[in-house]
Each structure stands twice: as structure tokens, then as C-alpha cells.
């Protein structure tokens, strides 16, 4: 089944410790998000990327860095640097970033700090 | 900075009742208007908007956009208990969503 698959369920963050949330995609997208949602507000935009070795920042990228090596997958390394990390993380992807298309969304991470 | 509001913030409902749900927006170089229904997880898709005044429709389920007044709006009727679930109105632009708060749905039996 095509679709977008985001690892792990559940994660917890020591003090201090990077930690990276999977993303991968087999919808052939060129076009990949990572959203912060936070209990009370709105999905938050931390970064996209619209093609393979290419990537902006969102709203919300300061604490947190990407990569996009290949087109299916997307991880999200949030840092030490990133000091209420606490959130549930979503991953999105479509055709090729246009607007005229929607998003369509992974079932999420949820992290924690220990 | 491109702003979502939705209202209410959440509601309690009854089976059988019809429930609107409003969307305002201010986003630069504005494109379509997105409603997604979040249950437990992951934001499932169910309307683009990008032309006034022409309601699309699925089953119970309909919305409107009113580009004029920067604003939507999601009707659902005869509300069933599998209704329940927060929607999020989201506003694109060239290259980007942004997303309202989300209304929370509740439908009680």
C-alpha cells in the first residue's frame, strides 16, 4: 500500500541527546514536510523540502535539522539545542510541493523528555 | 505573518445534530483552503478550496469558501459518533500550509 510511514510510534529524549524521527515515503512525492503539533494549536512548519539534496526552513527550524539524500525518506534530527522538544511530530508529503495539491500525512511521533 | 483562526474552539454535540465550523484566514499570495479530520494520528485529507462560492460536497460532509471575506466554512449533518475528532482548516500559499488551531468535534450517542 503507498503511503507514508513515520518511526518510531513513541520516543524519549535525555537531557542533552540528539534523537532522529524516521520518515519514508513510497507515493513517488518529491515534495516532503515536517510539522510540530502542540495540544491547543495549530500544526507548525519546521521544514520542506521540495526536491532530493534540497531543503528550507519553516517556521520553526531553530533546535532541529534535516536531510533529504533520497527522495523517499525525510528524517528529522531534533537537538539538544531544541530546549521543549516535548510535541507530537507529523510528516507530510505531495506531488511536487505545488499548492494546488494536498499534503497527505504520516501517523506521527510522539516525543517526550525523560 | 499569515494567520488561521478557527471557531469554536470545540463543541459538544448530540447524534443527529448538524454542526458548522468556521475558518478565517490572512495568508500572502493565498491559494486554496484545506480541511483535514484528525482522530487519534495523522490529519486525513477531506476538502480543497480554491474557487468562491462553489460548495464541495461528500456524503455528510460539505464546504464552502468565501474568498471575499477570507473565510470557509465545514457543515457536517446528522452527526454520527464516528464524527468525533478535531478539524483543522489549513490556508496555502505559494509553497506552504498554514494551519488554524483545529476545532474539536464532540458527538455524543
Known amino acids: 500500500d503507498g503511503g507514508i510511514t513515520q518511526s518510531p510510534k513513541y520516543l524519549f529524549r535525555k537531557e542533552g541527546q540528539n534523537v532522529t524521527l524516521s520518515c519514508e515515503q513510497n507515493?513517488?512525492?518529491?515534495?516532503m514536510y515536517w510539522y510540530r503539533q502542540d495540544p491547543g494549536q495549530g500544526l507548525r512548519l519546521i521544514y520542506y523540502?521540495?526536491?532530493?539534496?534540497?531543503?528550507q526552513k519553516g517556521d520553526i527550524a531553530e533546535g532541529y535539522s534535516v536531510s533529504r539524500e533520497k527522495k523517499e525518506s525525510f528524517p528529522l534530527t531534533v537537538t539538544s539545542a531544541q530546549k521543549n522538544p516535548t510535541a507530537f511530530y507529523l510528516c507530510?508529503?505531495?506531488?511536487?510541493?505545488?499548492?494546488?495539491?494536498?499534503?497527505?500525512f504520516g501517523d506521527g511521533t510522539r516525543l517526550s523528555i525523560l | 505573518e499569515d494567520k488561521v483562526v478557527q471557531s469554536p474552539l470545540s463543541l459538544v454535540v448530540h447524534e443527529g445534530d448538524t454542526v458548522t465550523l468556521n475558518c478565517s484566514y490572512e495568508?500572502?499570495?493565498?491559494?486554496?483552503l484545506l480541511w483535514y479530520k484528525q482522530e487519534k494520528k495523522a490529519p486525513t485529507f477531506l476538502f480543497m478550496l480554491?474557487?468562491?462560492?462553489i460548495e464541495k460536497k461528500s456524503g455528510r460532509l460539505s464546504s464552502i469558501l468565501d474568498k471575499k471575506e477570507l473565510s470557509s466554512i465545514l457543515n457536517i449533518t446528522a452527526t454520527q459518533t464516528g464524527d468525533s475528532a478535531i478539524y483543522l482548516c489549513?490556508?496555502?500559499?505559494?509553497?506552504?500550509?498554514?494551519f488554524g488551531a483545529g476545532t474539536t468535534v464532540t458527538v455524543r450517542a
Open positions: 507530510a508529503s505531495n506531488r511536487d510541493g505545488l499548492s494546488n495539491q494536498p499534503q497527505h
Open positions: 507515493l513517488n512525492h518529491d515534495a
Open positions: 523540502s521540495q526536491i532530493v539534496n534540497d531543503f
Open positions: 495568508v500572502t499570495n493565498f491559494r486554496s
Open positions: 480554491t474557487s468562491s462560492g
Open positions: 489549513a490556508a496555502s500559499n505559494d509553497y506552504k500550509l498554514s
